[in-house]
């Protein structure tokens, strides 16, 4: 993978739109997504890559702090329909509902959770490393019961 040439545009707080050009066309010719393809081109630390790349695409950030600190909500978003699709239905303590997913570019992603959640929700970025992380913990403790 041929890294891009942002030296500029790393220092503004959004990815530059080379970069994800460049990368639809290394995912297309790779078979990877997109959002691993960019972070691949772009080269920055992960929590650094979510937030830059929230900024790009006008959805909050939550960092794995984050997550931790909002609580599950499997009866919203089953647990089994949260490690097919990569995502999560968390709330926030006021009851606010979010679903946190990690791939901006996945529109069926989004369609998909807007069609199948009737209640109202806000969607939030995370990086998938941390979703991932997330689900295991919780397959791990189901387990465990």
Known sequence: MKPVDV???LQA???PAEAIAAARVEARASGTRVVDALEAI????????????AATVRF???SMDDLHRLQTAFDVLPFA???QHECLALREP?????VVFGD???AGLRAWAEERIAAQFRFRLA???????????HEESMRAM
């Not at 772009?42 to 790349?53: C, K, M, N, S």
Request: aromatic share 6%; proline share 9%.
């Open 7 to 9: 030296p500029q545009a």
């Open 127 to 137: 990086q998938p490393a941390d979703i991932r992380a997330y689900l295991s913990r």
């Open 42 to 53: 772009v080269g920055l630390a992960p929590a650094e890559f979510t937030r830059r790349l």
């Open 94 to 98: 006021s009851g606010a509902l979010l």
């Open 104 to 106: 901006p570019f996945d």
């Open 60 to 62: 909050q950030a939550l």
């Open 81 to 83: 329909d949260a490690m």
């Open 13 to 15: 707080e959004t990815l």
